[in-house]
């Protein structure tokens, strides 16, 4: 009879534990895990246990908040079914091999504020939906295989403060509506195949303090209101198509002030970075 007792409450802890996760969470996990080749990861995870025990995830409130599982040998594609984490606010699937395309579901992600997929082999256009998701703060998609040009739903994320877009084969112009993005810290587009001039509106994100444009097709001229970022302490715009070259400068001090001196004629642009 202790024996029948036991197992009834054991099987009653258990259903509980598993009832504080929604299906369709559980469902998404798992979802996960079988199309990245889960078996195979680094540190996997035993489906048979609680959701609270699986590696690199994150619960408040019985709601799935992170997903952090970088370096962890996933291969494979993103299943759609990731758009059903609606409560997850960051998700780092950084130094990986998943292929395949950025999955349009992840708009369902509204509390998201960092999503990190750097460091892959995904492919195919960034998707314009990323637009949707009003609380991110940090986009690192770089060294992946990503083209097209940036959407410009992208600008309408008014509290990113990191976009790091380089290492892909992105195409077209910076968005003239990248001024939109004011509270934008950190701006790397380098080795991409994007072209035009670099837009005079980037000088109107006062919080700016990287910006990395190298290793592209920009032509022109850097743009004279650059001198008014007063936080930029470091600037590459190397390996461009532009009129003159310009030093590469980066400081250790945030309140390093850039200077620009433009000469007319043959003369180049001289960058002095002066610390206070």
């Known amino acids: ?21 929604s299906s ?24 048979s246990k609680s959701v609270d025990t699986w590696y690199g995830i994150k619960l408040e409130n019985d709601k799935i908040v992170e997903i952090n599982l970088p370096f962890n040998n996933l291969e494979g594609q993103l299943p759609q079914e990731i758009g ?21 579901s992840i708009k369902n992600l509204k509390e998201l504020t960092s999503l990190e997929l ?7 256009n960034i998707p314009s939906e990323l637009g949707q998701l009003k609380k991110l703060e940090s986009l690192k998609l770089y060294s992946n295989n990503l083209t097209g040009v940036i959407p410009t739903e ?20 910076i968005p003239n509506e990248i001024h939109e993005l004011a509270n934008l810290q ?45 936080k930029l302490n470091t600037i590459m715009v190397s390996d461009n198509n532009l009129n003159h070259d310009y030093i590469s400068v980066s400081g250790k001090n945030p309140s390093s002030i850039l200077q620009l001196e433009m000469r007319n004629q043959n003369s180049t642009a001289i960058m002095d970075v002066e610390k206070e």
Do not use: H
Not at 2 to 15: D, E
Not at 27 to 47: E, F, H, K, P, Q
Not at 156 to 169: A, D, I, M, Q, V
């Open 24 to 47: 369709s969470e559980k469902d998404a996990l798992i979802a996960l895990y079988n199309a990245t080749n889960g078996s195979n990861w680094n540190v996997t995870w035993d489906l």
């Open 186 to 230: 950190k701006l790397s587009l380098m080795d991409n195949n994007m072209e035009g001039e670099i837009p005079s509106e980037i000088a109107q994100l006062t919080q700016l303090e990287e910006l990395v444009l190298s290793s592209n097709n920009f032509t022109g001229d850097l743009p004279i209101e650059f001198i008014n970022l007063k």
């Open 154 to 173: 992208l600008m309408g994320l008014t509290n990113l403060k990191e976009l790091l877009l380089g290492s892909n084969f992105l195409t077209g112009k």
């Open 118 to 124: 750097f460091m892959n082999r995904l492919e195919g």
């Open 84 to 104: 059903g984490l609606l409560s997850l606010r960051k998700l780092n699937f950084g130094f990986n091999k998943i292929s395949g395309t950025i999955p349009t």
């Open 1 to 21: 009879m202790k024996i029948v007792k036991l197992l009834i409450i054991c099987f009653f802890v258990t259903a509980y534990s598993f009832a504080n996760i």
